[in-house]
């Protein structure tokens, strides 16, 4: 369920932007979709000039990008920490975020979470007033039928993530499957969070309550930083 809108050029001035706070010798997330790809790109350039760092990959799609750009890649536990992680969001209000449009937010909110600083790239239309995306929920196949029990009784309607270009559902890197969450307005994401949290079966929700450090926003112009 991966989100669209913002342009190439603004999603590429944010993930730049971010790019800039990478320095020699730090451990560095690197997370997944259209806006953190481009601080990949920007990482691998800077590695070719000879900036010496190595990345954490949140997914099977940021390590391939790594490797072709030239940044040298690295399991969390081959390392004591990340020093700064850089990743996207699907929607963003008052410094919360809804991630796991490409299925990835599990192994990107523990990336973003062991970070000493967590730098969000976006373009204009991730932010909104208050979250109201699909909340993307990481389940244990055999899970399924109970945990949309579970969803239901919070108020949530939940289908499951389709695949495209092949039969049956997304399958995420970890090997489970994802329903994609309707909550409607959420007016307290950290309540929800920690409720879904509490659900046997579910592995990893989308939304990241009080993770992110910074959000670097950019525009066909310029980019905004929000330091939280």
Do not use: W, Y
């Amino acid at each position: 369920m991966k989100t669209t809108g913002g342009s190439t050029e603004a999603k590429r001035r944010a993930g730049e932007h971010a790019a800039t706070a990478v320095e020699d010798g730090m451990v560095v997330g690197l997370g997944t979709g259209s806006t953190a790809a481009h601080a990949i790109r920007a990482i691998g350039a800077a590695v070719d000039d000879g900036l010496d760092v190595v990345g954490v990959p949140t997914s099977f799609q940021s390590r391939q990008l790594a490797i072709e750009e030239g940044v040298p890649v690295v399991d969390l536990d081959e390392v004591g920490g990340v020093d700064l992680a850089i990743d996207g969001a699907d929607q963003i209000a008052d410094g919360q975020l809804i991630k796991g449009g490409g299925a990835a937010h599990a192994r990107e909110k523990i990336v973003d979470a062991a970070a000493d600083r967590f730098l969000v790239v976006a373009d204009p239309s991730k932010q909104v007033e208050s979250l109201d995306h699909a909340v993307p929920v990481e389940v244990l196949p055999a899970a399924r039928p109970v945990v949309e029990r579970r969803l239901r009784e919070l108020g949530g309607e939940s289908s499951l993530r389709t695949a495209e270009r092949k039969d049956g559902p997304v399958v995420t890197d970890n090997g489970n499957v994802v329903l994609d969450c309707e909550f409607g307005t959420i007016d307290a994401p950290g309540t929800l969070a920690e409720r879904l949290a509490t659900i046997p079966g579910i592995v990893e929700h989308g939304l990241f309550v009080d993770l992110a450090d910074e959000v670097h926003v950019g525009t066909a112009e310029d980019v905004t930083v929000e330091r939280l």
